[in-house]
């Protein structure tokens, strides 16, 4: 079965991780911009950086018949730098129009403060002048239910927002309703140790049902599984779910978000509901 990531860190992975992929089934990709393992010292780190995933990126990928996206920001982790921030801010209009670029993301916030929150409002601010779709970090662990009320509030507070163009990622059980509810996409990251395990979304799509879910790998520095979403799939399947459920959570669902962004020109393949692996 084909299926897109909407959320993988490929900056962080070898080129053996796209052959995997490709092999695997999946025929594009969407790679918010994120926290490089260290804090970046000035607005030229972070243009050489979006440099990398407009330029470098896309042609790693497009060696194994992969299409590469990308998301443009400065994320929540180094927004405690606000003047730093707003330079990074100013810097992003520069890239959206390059091919390829969906939008803003990955925006949110870390430790859930008022500078985070401020950087938070000024990225909106930014999507909302270039019409630009967004994609939403939410918070680790304990942080992660207050930190995604915050962020509800701040979208819901802001009459401009087009709540069918924002991605509000790594849900859980215990914050996904309320993305839903609000009328967002809810993403849910397949972590082995933290996030959502195959397991957990399988039952989270089954008492949410499909519409508006999507699921992703993340795929960054840390402990993570590049092939996460196949992990879903098979266990979608080992529960008995129809293939075209599985297709619309995986492929259908991805599509319809990103053909919402100008700089979505995703070219499909045969129609065939499957490739080699899985």
Avoid at 44 to 66: C, H, M, N, V, W
Avoid at 94 to 103: A, D, T, Y
Avoid at 155 to 173: A, F, G, K, N, T
């Amino acid at each position: 079965m084909y299926y897109i990531d909407p959320h993988i860190h490929m900056v962080s992975r070898t080129t053996d991780d796209y052959e995997t992929l490709a092999k695997m089934g999946c025929v594009a990709m969407s790679e918010p911009a994120f926290w490089a393992g260290f804090d970046r010292g000035s607005v030229e780190s972070f243009r050489d950086y979006f440099r990398q995933l407009t330029e470098f990126e896309p042609k790693r990928a497009a060696q194994f018949g992969i299409q590469h996206y990308t998301w443009l920001c400065i994320n929540a982790k180094e927004a405690e730098n606000v003047a730093l921030s707003r330079e990074v801010i100013a810097m992003i209009p520069e890239f959206l129009n390059r091919p390829g670029v969906l939008g803003i993301g990955e925006i949110g916030l870390n430790k859930n403060t008022r500078n985070e929150a401020t950087i938070f409002m000024e990225h909106l601010d930014l999507a909302v002048k270039f019409d630009q779709q967004i994609l939403i970090h939410t918070p680790h662990l304990e942080d992660k239910f207050q930190g995604t009320r915050m962020i509800l509030d701040m979208l819901c507070d802001d009459s401009r927002i087009d709540r069918s163009r924002v991605l509000v990622d790594h849900v859980e059980e215990h914050t996904v309703r309320y993305v839903l509810e609000e009328g967002f996409w809810a993403g849910m990251t397949l972590y082995p140790i933290s996030k959502c395990t195959p397991q957990r979304a399988a039952d989270i799509v089954e008492i949410h049902g499909p519409e508006r879910l999507l699921v992703n790998s993340a795929g960054d520095w840390g402990p993570s599984k590049p092939t996460a979403v196949p992990d879903f799939i098979l266990e979608m399947r080992r529960r008995n779910h129809p293939e075209s459920l599985i297709r619309k959570v995986v492929y259908e669902n991805p599509l319809e978000f990103f053909r919402q962004s100008q700089g979505f020109r995703f070219v499909p393949r045969d129609q065939e509901e499957s490739s080699p692996v899985p």
